[in-house]
Each structure stands twice: as C-alpha cells, then as structure tokens.
C-alpha cells in the first residue's frame, strides 16, 4: 500500500501570506496528483490536477509542483476566502487516496 | 455547467443496506471518458475514495470495502446508485458523488453531499 504523509496538519496564516503544503508519497507517482480545497460544511473543489495543472476558475494565486514522491501546494498571497482544508489525493496508483488534510487557520 | 446532487436516506439501522442516488446533468454518461465516483468522509476526518463507473460501464471498488459496494448507473436517468450492505455505525460520514473528465481518479465537479448516520 502507499503512504501519503501530508503536512503540516495545521498551519496559521495572515492574509498575504505565502504558504505551501507538502504531500509526499511512500512511492513514485509520477505527476498523478491532485490538490483539492474544502470549507467547512461544504464540498472539496479540485484546485490542481498533474500536480501543476491550474483547474479552470482556479485563482492563479494557487500552484503545484513536484513529482515523483514529493508535491507542494503553494498560495502565492493568501486571501481571507483561502482559510480552509487542503487535501493531496494520489492516483497513480488503485485505489486512489487521500491525504489527511491541512487546515490553514488565521494566525 | 456540470451538477451532482446525492439523495438518500439521513439515517440507517446497522446491517440495513444504505441505497444513495446522484443524479447529476450538464454531461452525459456516455460520452468517452467520463466516470462518476463515490467519495465518503467520516464527520472530522478525512475522504475515502469508495468506487468508480465509467461511461462504458466498467465499474471499480474500493477492496477494502468491495465485498459490501455496488455501482451501477441509469443512462437515461442521468444517474448513478450506489448500493452498501452491512451498514456499521463506523460508515456513518458525508457521501459524494462527483464527476471525473478524465477516466481518471481525480474528481473536477462534487455534488453538496449527505449526511448518513447509522444508529439503531
């Protein structure tokens, strides 16, 4: 089985802050990541796919990098509506998983 | 625009099999490539990946859960069930549905979600 290790679990941050969020795999997946964003009471909306790929109607704001085992999540200037959960899902290999989570809180 | 809208009962006695509906419009079930999936997240934890079908009905599980899963989809309808047996209060979470473009795993559209909760 693969292991994703996603960090930090938490993470407080002021608006205008630049953040990043690592996902790393027990194993290579090439570039079959994607990251998601999800408010509270509300469902995940795909933010990246590829690792890189920018979703349509993503803000620019939010990037991926990395591949292989290891994947950033970077918000270039955080806005007060990016204060929620972050998760990394791999896909390369089945079934697909997800990591645990990072809750950007305000600081 | 692409909408999913999970349907089902909110509660369920244990070993009482849990019957949820998406119905869902702006694409089509047929068309080459497209896959509809079963997410779960448990209240305060994370999202479990359950089972895929694909437009030419092939159908994926979850093995640890595959025993107790089944998909299938109403072409006509625009809709996809999702069948679990068994039902444990350890399955009580949030269920979505979403859409993939890419006949791959990751999920570009999700249904609101709902809520089940298993209790006798």
């Known amino acids: 089985a693969i292991w994703m290790t996603q960090s930090p679990s938490l993470l407080s941050a002021s608006t205008g802050d630049r953040v990043t969020i690592n996902c790393r795999m027990s194993q290579g997946i090439s570039s079959h990541l994607a990251w998601y964003q999800q408010k509270p009471g509300k469902a995940p909306e795909l933010l990246i796919y590829?690792?890189?790929t920018l979703q349509s109607g993503v803000p620019a704001r939010f990037s991926g990098s990395g591949s292989g085992t290891d994947f950033t999540l970077t918000i270039s200037c955080l806005q007060s509506e990016d204060f929620a959960t972050y998760y990394c899902?791999?896909?390369?290999?089945?079934?697909?998983?997800f990591g645990q989570g990072t809750k950007v809180e305000i600081k | 625009q692409i909408t999913l809208k999970e349907s089902g009962p909110t509660l369920v006695k244990p070993t009482q099999t849990l019957t949820l509906t998406c119905t869902f419009s702006?694409?089509?079930?047929?068309?080459?490539?497209?896959?509809v999936g079963w997410i779960r997240q448990p209240p305060g934890k994370a999202l479990e990946w359950l089972a895929l079908i694909y437009w030419d009905d092939d159908k994926r599980y979850s093995p640890s859960l595959k025993s107790r899963l089944t998909i299938t989809k109403d072409t006509s309808k625009n809709q996809v069930v999702l069948t679990v047996t068994n039902m444990d209060p350890v399955d009580t979470a949030t269920y979505y549905c979403?859409?993939?473009?890419?006949?791959?795993?990751?999920?570009?559209?999700w249904g609101q979600g709902t809520l089940v909760t298993v209790s006798s």
């Open positions: 702006g694409f089509s079930l047929s068309t080459s490539g497209v896959g």
């Open positions: 590829a690792a890189s």
């Open positions: 979403a859409h993939s473009h890419s006949g791959d795993y990751e999920f570009d559209s």
């Open positions: 899902q791999q896909y390369y290999y089945f079934p697909p998983t």
